[in-house]
């Protein structure tokens, strides 16, 4: 039996014509795919309810799109933001300067659990000593290529983090790239520099009220909890000197201690013990560090832990962090609280 025999027996059995039958054939060859359905736009000759169709790109999820209308602008913009999110995956460093809708971009920097550091800036980019004199914040964030481990888990959220940038009217962004097969990092780096005139625009909204699930759940947890401190979402600024911190909660309680909150996402020994020195170096004694054991980025072992690290695997316990705020919170009026 010849192969036009085989295509028309195959054909006649599955109902189809013999022209349906060879196309079905190699169909699911990456060069024969076809985009037939997106969103809610369909090929014409794809409509019938009857007709399988091909995996809907938007899947099940609840996701909805900042434009009314899906139109050939809109999905190249999105196809070219998607370009940049991939070359970010061979990225040492990221570098990026805003200068409005600073909560919502750090709040993005949070979720996806980047390694940062915020630096205050003025109207030109450049550092300044202090956030009183800031018109904007430039952060540094460690790029997937930098790390011993997870690198790729990483990198996957370094360009997720990418369309958070759009959601600002003036913003920068310069990333060191590997440049060679494989991103080896025997090969030499080039820049790739992106900023508001890319005309680029985002399908991410502003955060809700929590910026991860792990922070959600705790919150949910604490609620069913008993004891008198309470959770509070913290959106001050910490002043570090030349450097920012944007901490994730307050834990205060009735007599008016205050212990401040901060959950560090990835993280490498070199990375906490340089937050450590300059939060000794701020003062800042009642502000608790949370720290993953499951997110290590590094093969070695860090050699100094503060006492104000709350280590944790699965989950934030609400009493492990009450025993903390115990020891190390303040009084309202910046004195140490010592029990009768």
Request: proline share 2%; net charge negative.
């Amino acid at each position: 039996m010849n192969r036009l025999e085989v295509y028309s027996v195959v054909a006649d059995q599955l109902g189809l014509s013999l022209e349906e039958c060879y196309r079905g054939m190699y169909a699911d060859l990456e060069d024969n795919k076809l985009l037939v359905r997106f969103g809610d736009l369909c090929v014409d000759e794809y409509t019938d309810e009857g007709r399988s169709s091909t995996t809907r790109l938007t899947g099940d999820s609840e996701e909805t799109y900042a434009e009314d209308t899906i139109s050939v602008d809109w999905l190249l913009t999105r196809y070219n933001l998607a370009l940049a999110q991939a070359v970010l995956y061979d990225a040492t460093q990221m570098r990026i300067r805003v200068w409005d809708h600073f909560n919502t971009v750090f709040s993005y920097v949070k979720l996806f659990g980047l390694m940062h550091r915020i630096y205050p800036i003025d109207e030109t980019g450049e550092r300044v000593e202090s956030t009183d004199v800031a018109a904007g914040y430039e952060a540094i964030l460690d790029g997937p290529a930098s790390l011993f481990s997870k690198s790729r888990k990483y990198g996957i959220r370094m360009a997720n983090f990418l369309p958070a940038l759009p959601l600002c009217d003036r913003w920068e962004m310069m990333a060191e790239v590997l440049d060679g097969d494989g991103g080896s990092t025997n090969s030499g780096s080039l820049t790739f520099e992106l900023d508001q005139t890319e005309g680029l625009s985002s399908h991410y909204s502003a955060q809700n009220e929590f910026d991860s699930d792990l922070e959600r759940t705790l919150a949910q947890k604490w609620e069913r909890a008993t004891t008198d401190w309470e959770l509070r979402r913290e959106d001050d600024v910490l002043d570090l000197g030349a450097e920012v911190m944007i901490p994730d909660f307050a834990v205060e309680h009735p007599d008016g201690r205050r212990a401040i909150l901060e959950i560090v996402g990835f993280w490498t020994p070199e990375y906490l013990e340089e937050k450590f020195a300059k939060i000794e170096a701020a003062e800042l004694d009642h502000l608790l560090i949370a720290v993953s054991e499951r997110l290590e980025c590094s093969a070695t072992d860090i050699e100094k832990v503060s006492d104000q690290v709350l280590w944790f695997k699965s989950g934030i316990h609400v009493y492990d962090v009450v025993d903390r705020a115990e020891e190390y919170a303040l009084k309202t009026d910046g004195q140490q609280y010592h029990p009768e």
